[in-house]
Nanobody, 121 residues
Framework: QVQLVESGGGLVQAGGSLRLSCVAS????????MGWYRQAPGKQRELVAR???????DYAHSVKGRFTISRDDAKNTVYLQMNRLKPEDTAVYYC???????????????WGRGTQVTVSS
């Protein structure tokens, strides 16, 4: 089993910045794709950004140029640097990883519990 713990959410004014972190722990053999999703009230969960094992990245169009995803494989951690935040970025942000554990010996998708990001206008 893999546990994901997110941190770094909070309340910020429009134009401000936040940095989210997500640490994965457990009987992990390897982590493949790591990513961030978000869900605003009344909306479906959507991909924000993801980073692959070769460090290539993929971003939602709405955050390109403002958000940067990165990973530290030595720490099993993924980060999301969010700059020039807008009120429409307000949502619960969820960490997502694809990992292989000693128990599963295959790739399984895991989700964090989420961290609230609120951007005031």
């Amino acid at each position: 089993q893999v546990q994901l713990v997110e941190s770094g959410g909070g309340l910020v004014q429009a134009g401000g910045s936040l940095r989210l972190s997500c640490v994965a722990s457990g009987s992990i053999l390897s982590i493949n794709t790591m990513g961030w999703y978000r869900q605003a009230p009344g909306k479906q969960r959507e991909l924000v950004a993801r980073i692959f094992t070769d460090s290539s990245t993929d971003y939602a169009h709405s955050v390109k140029g403002r958000f940067t995803i990165s990973r530290d494989d030595a720490k099993n951690t993924v980060y999301l640097q969010m700059n020039r935040l807008k009120p429409e970025d307000t949502a619960v942000y969820y960490c997502n990883v694809d990992a292989i554990t000693i128990m599963t010996m295959s790739v399984v998708e895991y989700w964090g519990r989420g961290t609230q990001v609120t951007v005031s206008s």
